[in-house]
C-alpha cells in the first residue's frame, strides 16, 4: 500500500473550497475526484486516515482545476460555466492557437481558474492542460515503457529546457545522448523523444532525460544492424585513443574502429587530427554485445551467419567440436564462427571435453540473433 493525497471539493456553490485528503491504496492505483461527495465515499470504504486538513485553495496554486460548458464566446472572451452560482471568464488571447482554435460553445473544457476582485474567477484552458500534461509527466517518473516527445527550446548552463506539449522541463546535458556531445548548439530546436526520470522540488520542474530513451531502444537497434552487416554506415566520431576511434551510429550504437582496421587515408590520425564531432564511413566487423561493436573501415566482413538457415535446417544432423563446459551445457563449433549450445537438461549425465567431436541435431537456429540450440544425436 501507498500514500496519496487527492484534493475535493467540499462545497457544490464554491469551487475554492477544497480538502486535501490522504488515503492509502494499493500501488498502481490512482483516484481523482473533484465532487464534495468524495469524502464519504472514501470514509464509508475506509481508504481515508484521520488527519483531514481542511483549506482554501490559493490563487495560483497547482490543483485548482475544473471542468466547465463554454456559454458563449465574445470577442475574444469565452464566457465558462463552472457549475453552481459560478462563471468564469476566459481571454482567448492568452491561449494557445491550437486551443483557441478549437473552441465553440457548447463545448465542456477543463480550466485552471483563479479568483480576481470582487469575486470574479477567471480562467484559462491551456494552464489546465499543461497542468494535467505535467502530472501525466510525474506520474510516469521512473516508467521504462511511456516516453514523451518534446522540442529542445534552449540551451543554459548544465543543460536544456525541453517543451513538452506546453509544460517545461529540463534536460541536463549529461542525458541528451548516449555519448558526450561534440556540438551542445547542435540539438536547440531538434524534436527528440524523452523520458521522465526525476522531479525537481526547489524548481518544481519535470527532469528528462533523451538518454533513458535511447537505452530503451538500443537493443533493436543492434537488431537491425545485425541484418545489415554489409551496409556502409556514416557516422560521427566521439573520441579516439592510441587503440582506434570511437564512433556513433544509428542514433544510440558506439563502436571502435581499431586503429589497424582504419582507412589507409586517415593516416592523420596519427597526428590526432581527427576530433570529436567529424563524420566517418565505415561497416560493422562483430557485434559481440548490445555495449561492445568492433568497426572496421577495411570493407564489408563476409559472416558466416549468411545462409546458415539453410545450411543448418532444423532436425538436420551435423558433426561439431566441443569448445566449452559450462554449467547451462556443452558449447558445440560446427564451423569457424558458428558455435551452438547443448542444454545441460539434454546431456543427461554425459561429460566431455574440449575438442571432442560429437554428432548432433539441430533443434533451433536463429540467424539474426546468432544462436543455435543443439541436442545430441542417439
Known amino acids: 500500500m501507498i500514500e496519496q493525497e487527492i484534493r475535493v471539493r467540499l462545497n457544490e456553490e464554491d469551487p475554492f473550497e477544497t480538502t486535501q485528503v490522504k ?25 481515508m486516515n484521520s488527519e483531514l486538513v481542511v483549506t482554501k485553495a490559493q490563487e495560483n496554486r497547482k490543483g485548482n482545476i475544473g471542468s466547465g460548458v463554454i456559454v458563449n464566446i465574445t470577442g475574444d472572451t469565452a464566457l465558462i460555466d463552472i457549475g453552481g452560482k459560478y462563471t468564469t471568464y476566459c ?32 480562467a484559462s484552458i491551456s494552464d489546465a492542460v499543461n497542468d494535467m500534461k505535467e502530472q501525466e509527466l510525474i506520474s ?19 543543460g536544456y529546457w525541453i517543451d513538452i506539449s506546453g509544460v517545461t522541463c529540463f534536460m541536463p546535458g549529461s542525458l541528451a545522448g548516449m555519448n558526450k556531445l561534440w556540438d551542445f548548439e547542435s540539438l536547440v ?37 545485425r541484418a545489415n552487416l554489409k551496409e556502409k554506415i556514416t557516422g560521427h566520431v566521439t573520441g579516439t585513443t592510441k587503440f582506434g576511434v570511437f564512433a556513433e551510429f544509428d542514433s544510440c550504437l558506439t563502436g571502435m574502429i581499431p ?10 590520425y596519427e597526428g590526432r587530427e581527427i576530433k570529436p564531432g567529424d563524420e566517418i564511413s565505415f561497416w560493422v566487423k562483430e557485434i ?27 532436425m538436420s544432423s551435423h558433426v561439431g567440436i566441443v569448445t ?50 543443439l541436442a545430441l544425436v542417439s
Do not use: C
Open 23 to 47: 488515503i492509502s491504496v494499493p500501488k498502481g492505483t490512482k483516484i481523482m475526484s473533484t465532487e464534495p461527495y468524495a469524502v464519504q465515499m472514501l470514509k464509508l470504504y475506509g481508504l
Open 91 to 122: 481571454q482567448l488571447n492568452s491561449e494557445r492557437k491550437e486551443i483557441r482554435d478549437q473552441i465553440v460553445p457548447g463545448m465542456h473544457v477543463d480550466v485552471k481558474y483563479k479568483r480576481q476582485g470582487e469575486g470574479q474567477i477567471i
Open 140 to 158: 510516469a517518473i521512473g516508467s521504462k515503457s511511456v516516453a514523451f516527445t518534446g522540442r529542445v527550446k534552449e540551451l543554459i548552463h548544465g
Open 189 to 225: 530546436g531538434r524534436e527528440l523523444i524523452f523520458m521522465p526520470i526525476n522531479y525537481a522540488q526547489d524548481k518544481q520542474t519535470v527532469v528528462v532525460s533523451h538518454r533513458e530513451y535511447l537505452q530503451t531502444i538500443l537493443p533493436t537497434k543492434v537488431a537491425e544492424r
Open 259 to 268: 586503429k589497424e582496421e582504419l582507412a589507409e587515408s586517415l593516416s592523420q
Open 288 to 314: 559481440i554485445n548490445d555495449n561492445k561493436i568492433t568497426l572496421t573501415q577495411t570493407g564489408s566482413v563476409e559472416t558466416p551467419w549468411e545462409g546458415a538457415e539453410e545450411r543448418y535446417s532444423p
Open 324 to 373: 566449452k563446459m559450462t554449467k547451462y551445457g556443452a558449447f558445440v563449433e560446427l564451423e569457424p564462427g558458428i558455435v551452438g549450445l547443448i542444454h545441460s537438461s539434454s546431456l543427461k549425465e554425459v561429460i566431455f571435453a574440449k575438442g571432442d567431436s560429437v554428432n548432433v541435431r539441430i533443434r533451433s537456429i536463429l540467424p539474426l540473433e546468432q544462436r543455435v540450440s
